[in-house]
């Protein structure tokens, strides 16, 4: 039975509160931690399989990582992008009469609800 429990264990463990950790703290022991596994990993001597557990679990977290950042740019990018779009209707309603605003905005509404009617009869 003993031949089966490993030898060495390290387990390292901080908790932190999190309301009072500055970002670039935070940023600082994220990174010294990966560093000391990538360490670990090239210079330790582990069995074939923990190495490549170890390098599957990093693949991993860093696709995690990435499509977290990729989202949250795509997010900005919406936000922009319908942030240029109010002012650009704006500036075009401010130069438009009563009447062609009342018609623009009549155009608007019609189009938003065929595309409410759009999305309705795709979910049934």
């Not at 932190?16 to 670039?24: M, R």
């Not at 240029?84 to 189009?111: C, G, P």
Request: proline share 3%; no cysteine; glycine share 0%.
């Amino acid at each position: 039975m003993s031949e089966y429990t490993p030898r060495k264990r390290v387990t390292l463990e901080l908790t932190l509160p999190f309301s009072t950790v500055d970002p670039e703290l935070l940023q600082r022991l994220t990174s010294a931690f990966i560093r000391l596994v990538d360490h670990l990993v090239a210079n330790a001597h582990f069995r074939p399989e923990v190495l490549r557990k170890v390098k599957a679990t990093r693949e991993d977290e860093t696709k995690k990582l990435k499509r977290a950042i990729e989202e949250e740019g795509k997010e900005e990018r919406e936000l922009k992008l319908a942030e240029k779009k109010k002012t650009e209707r704006d500036a075009k309603l401010r130069n438009m009469s009563a009447a062609e605003q009342k018609k623009f905005l009549e155009k608007v509404r019609e189009k938003e609800r065929k595309d409410a009617m759009k999305k309705q009869s795709r979910k049934a």
